[in-house]
């Protein structure tokens, strides 16, 4: 779709256009033929306010019209003023629905957390999601789940703990839907051992600032952590311990990730260093699929590693993939069914996102997408599953070019939820990072402000 605007409003009104089209390009004028198909969103002066007005005009004819009055200067008005009329009109003109209304952030719950913690009830809030971002009250639910097994994580707020993350770039294969920074190598490859001198010259380089801050959760993600061997995990975790204050350690994830590195090796030495919790990540439980997006394990090595985890009594996570490639609805189900069945304490429910940076966006035409609906209709089915056995919501995140629209969720077993990933996604709590391709959070208490520092994607630079 074309779209023409005559304000500077740009990533505002393109984003929302995108919730109806999945490609929405910026018209010029001189482009507007007779026979042009195209969305407009404009802003007029009147008497010290501002008209926003937005259409679609179908070859000269104007398919309705919505417009808004503001005050001229007041960006955030003139913003939300021109995401509502896009939206507004374009619901009409497509008869689309999206449910997360006119929010395109990727942290609705943080919104929903600012509301709450100042003083708003459950009533007033929904009120606000339902009217004001026009949110569908499905979704509300969803917050609202969330919220109850979050927010006493969250708060009160305690400025004396931060979170450590550990970042290891490195995989066995690469998955056809990814775009995390990783390096395909083979486990005891020479480059990951340098990485981890590189890895620990961090920790030591950073630790001066943070002697006051007792660390609350540490968090071993990638890539794919179990690439490294015992000793050099070993060896990162005696780092750790010796630089900061480890002493009230709450969490600790190693994100196992790849069910084919996962063996007692691993586990006892994980346990070793104090890990509390580990992500076994099956995606799905489909031969078929599992080949089709790269991994290169089968369902039996899953049933394999869960079984070998389960001697440890690890706080255990499975990652699942909704929407993947080749799969129907009903394969979808079963899958999820089999996992629940592997009884996992977390398991975090995906929507398949067709990253730009990710093998899939690259050779769309060589795969077959679930369509949007059908996607929708898993998640739904997915939701009401885990529910069903048990399981609740407690952290979820949006993200660009998801599938239907949707949105990750983090469910637990009551009492399991982990903490790390609640701070994450609410960014109400420094997360000092290590690693390449790793991003650390600085959050300021005093004036709510939050900082990101990233560190270069490229390992050998990375290394120098
Ligand atoms: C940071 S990734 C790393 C996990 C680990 N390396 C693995 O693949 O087992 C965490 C999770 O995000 C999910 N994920 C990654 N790319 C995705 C995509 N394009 N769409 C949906 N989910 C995705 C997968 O479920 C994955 O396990
Ligand atoms: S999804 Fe995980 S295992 Fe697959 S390439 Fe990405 S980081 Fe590596």
């Given at each position: 779709?074309?779209?023409?605007?005559?304000h500077?409003?740009?990533?505002?009104?393109?984003?929302?256009?995108?919730?109806?089209?999945s490609?929405?390009?910026?018209?010029?004028?001189?482009?507007?033929g007779?026979?042009?198909?195209?969305?407009?969103?404009?802003?007029?002066p009147?008497?010290?306010?501002?008209?926003?007005?937005a259409?679609?005009?179908?070859?000269?004819?104007t398919?309705?019209?919505?417009?808004?009055?503001?005050?001229?200067?007041?960006?955030?008005?003139?913003k939300y003023?021109?995401?509502?009329?896009?939206?507004?009109?374009?619901?009409?003109?497509?008869g689309?629905?999206?449910?997360w209304?006119?929010?395109t952030?990727v942290?609705p719950?943080?919104?929903?957390?600012?509301?709450?913690?100042?003083?708003?009830?459950?009533a007033?809030?929904?009120t606000?999601?339902?009217?004001?971002?026009?949110?569908?009250?499905?979704?509300v639910d969803?917050?609202?789940q969330?919220s109850?097994?979050?927010?006493?994580?969250?708060?009160p707020?305690?400025?004396?703990?931060?979170s450590?993350?550990?970042?290891?770039?490195?995989?066995?294969?690469?998955?056809?839907?990814?775009?995390?920074?990783?390096?395909?190598?083979?486990?005891?490859?020479?480059?990951?051992e340098?990485?981890?001198?590189?890895?620990?010259?961090?920790?030591?380089?950073?630790?001066a600032?943070?002697?006051?801050?007792s660390?609350?959760?540490?968090?071993?993600?990638?890539?794919?952590?179990s690439?490294?061997?015992g000793?050099?995990?070993?060896r990162?975790?005696?780092a750790?311990?010796c630089?900061?204050?480890?002493?009230?350690?709450?969490?600790?994830?190693?994100?196992?990730?790849?069910?084919?590195?996962?063996?007692?090796?691993?586990?006892?030495?994980?346990k070793?260093?104090?890990?509390?919790?580990?992500?076994?990540?099956?995606?799905?439980?489909h031969?078929?699929t599992?080949?089709?997006?790269g991994?290169?394990?089968?369902?039996?090595?899953i049933?394999?590693a869960?079984?070998?985890?389960?001697r440890?009594?690890?706080?255990?996570?499975?990652?699942?993939?909704?929407?993947?490639?080749?799969?129907?609805?009903?394969?979808?189900?079963?899958?999820?069914s089999?996992?629940?069945e592997?009884?996992p304490?977390?398991?975090?429910?995906?929507?398949?996102?067709?990253?730009r940076g990710?093998?899939?966006?690259?050779?769309?035409?060589?795969?077959?997408?679930?369509?949007?609906?059908?996607?929708r209709?898993a998640?739904?089915?997915?939701?009401?599953?885990?529910?069903?056995?048990?399981?609740?919501?407690?952290?979820?995140?949006r993200?660009?070019?998801i599938?239907g629209n949707?949105?990750?969720?983090?469910y637990?077993?009551?009492?399991?939820?982990?903490?790390?990933?609640?701070?994450?996604?609410?960014?109400?709590?420094?997360?000092?990072?290590?690693?390449?391709?790793?991003?650390?959070?600085?959050?300021?208490?005093?004036?709510?402000?939050?900082?990101?520092?990233?560190?270069?994607?490229?390992?050998?630079?990375?290394?120098?």
């Amino acid at each position: 779709m074309k779209l023409y605007i005559n304000h500077t409003y740009t990533y505002q009104s393109q984003h929302i256009s995108m919730l109806f089209f999945s490609r929405v390009d910026i018209l010029d004028i001189k482009e507007i033929g007779e026979d042009a198909v195209y969305i407009t969103s404009e802003i007029t002066p009147v008497n010290g306010d501002v008209i926003i007005s937005a259409r679609v005009v179908e070859r000269g004819q104007t398919f309705g019209d919505e417009t808004m009055r503001v005050e001229a200067g007041d960006d955030k008005a003139i913003k939300y003023a021109i995401s509502l009329t896009l939206f507004k009109i374009l619901s009409k003109y497509t008869g689309k629905r999206p449910s997360w209304g006119i929010l395109t952030g990727v942290r609705p719950t943080k919104r929903y957390h600012a509301l709450k913690y100042q003083g708003m009830s459950k009533a007033q809030i929904r009120t606000y999601f339902e009217t004001h971002d026009l949110v569908t009250p499905e979704k509300v639910d969803l917050l609202e789940q969330v919220s109850a097994h979050s927010y006493a994580h969250i708060f009160p707020m305690d400025d004396t703990k931060i979170s450590l993350y550990v970042g290891i770039a490195f995989c066995p294969s690469k998955c056809v839907y990814c775009s995390f920074t990783t390096n395909i190598k083979d486990k005891g490859d020479d480059v990951i051992e340098q990485y981890v001198g590189a890895v620990i010259r961090d920790i030591k380089l950073h630790a001066a600032r943070y002697k006051d801050k007792s660390i609350q959760t540490v968090y071993f993600g990638g890539g794919t952590p179990s690439m490294l061997t015992g000793e050099q995990i070993k060896r990162i975790d005696d780092a750790l311990r010796c630089h900061y204050n480890m002493n009230d350690l709450e969490e600790y994830t190693f994100e196992a990730g790849r069910p084919e590195l996962i063996d007692d090796a691993l586990l006892c030495a994980l346990k070793a260093i104090g890990v509390t919790r580990i992500c076994i990540n099956p995606q799905t439980m489909h031969d078929h699929t599992l080949k089709a997006i790269g991994r290169t394990h089968d369902v039996a090595e899953i049933r394999r590693a869960f079984a070998c985890a389960a001697r440890y009594d690890f706080i255990v996570n499975a990652d699942v993939i909704v929407g993947l490639v080749g799969e129907t609805v009903e394969e979808s189900a079963s899958s999820l069914s089999e996992i629940i069945e592997l009884s996992p304490e977390n398991i975090t429910l995906h929507t398949l996102s067709l990253k730009r940076g990710s093998i899939l966006h690259h050779r769309l035409d060589d795969y077959e997408v679930m369509p949007e609906n059908d996607v929708r209709r898993a998640v739904t089915l997915g939701h009401q599953m885990l529910l069903d056995a048990g399981y609740v919501p407690y952290y979820m995140y949006r993200q660009k070019y998801i599938s239907g629209n949707l949105e990750n969720v983090g469910y637990t077993k009551k009492g399991c939820e982990s903490i790390y990933n609640i701070q994450m996604i609410e960014e109400r709590q420094t997360v000092v990072a290590f690693g390449a391709g790793t991003t650390s959070k600085f959050y300021n208490f005093d004036d709510d402000i939050l900082t990101r520092q990233h560190t270069t994607k490229n390992i050998s630079e990375y290394m120098k």
